[in-house]
């Protein structure tokens, strides 16, 4: 199968996860909200370039926002996860590493620590763009926080476990 079928088939299954399936579980407390959807962008392969990554990550967000009714929320947090993305790549993978061969960002191709780390990071820029963008101001900071830590938790552990689930096989990149 191509990759560009491989993502649209995941365009439409991750929001359809997001939207009718973890969007109907209650909110812990109000507190804890479990995000899955962007990890469409994190496994967006590498050759993308960043205007063309940033302009997927707006559309993406755009559809999620139809259908949870919140204009501009997830569009805004995606195209800044996408925007960021280019630039944690470069800094946990050198150009020079057997890694970046590969076609897209996975535990196969960066190795576990750099993926976790990739994938914290922009989880909890993601949640924290989130939940700021929510509230329109920071109000109790500790509340605010413990929000964006608990969510971006959940969240992670979402990745991981799909991650581990939805094994990808990666394609070693030549120069042809």
């Not at 076609?103 to 993926?115: R, V």
């Amino acid at each position: 199968m191509s990759e560009l079928l491989k993502n649209i088939i995941r365009f439409f299954i991750l929001i359809f996860v997001q939207v009718f399936i973890l969007n109907k579980i209650p909110p812990l407390h109000q507190f804890v909200v479990p995000y899955l959807y962007f990890i469409y962008i994190l496994w967006l392969p590498y050759k993308i370039p960043r205007l063309s990554l940033t302009l997927l990550g707006f559309i993406y967000g755009l559809c999620l926002d139809f259908f949870t009714k919140t204009p501009g929320l997830h569009a805004s947090a995606c195209i800044t996860v996408a925007y960021l993305r280019p630039f944690l790549i470069n800094i946990l993978i050198s150009k020079d590493d057997p890694g970046f061969n590969y076609t897209s960002p996975a535990p196969s191709s960066m190795g576990w620590p750099q993926y976790l780390v990739y994938t914290l990071v922009l989880s909890f820029i993601h949640n924290g763009w989130v939940v700021f963008l929510e509230w329109l101001s920071f109000g109790n900071i500790w509340y605010f926080l413990g929000k964006v830590i608990a969510t971006t938790g959940v969240s992670f552990l979402l990745i991981l476990i799909t991650e581990v689930l939805f094994y990808r096989k990666q394609k070693f990149r030549t120069n042809n």
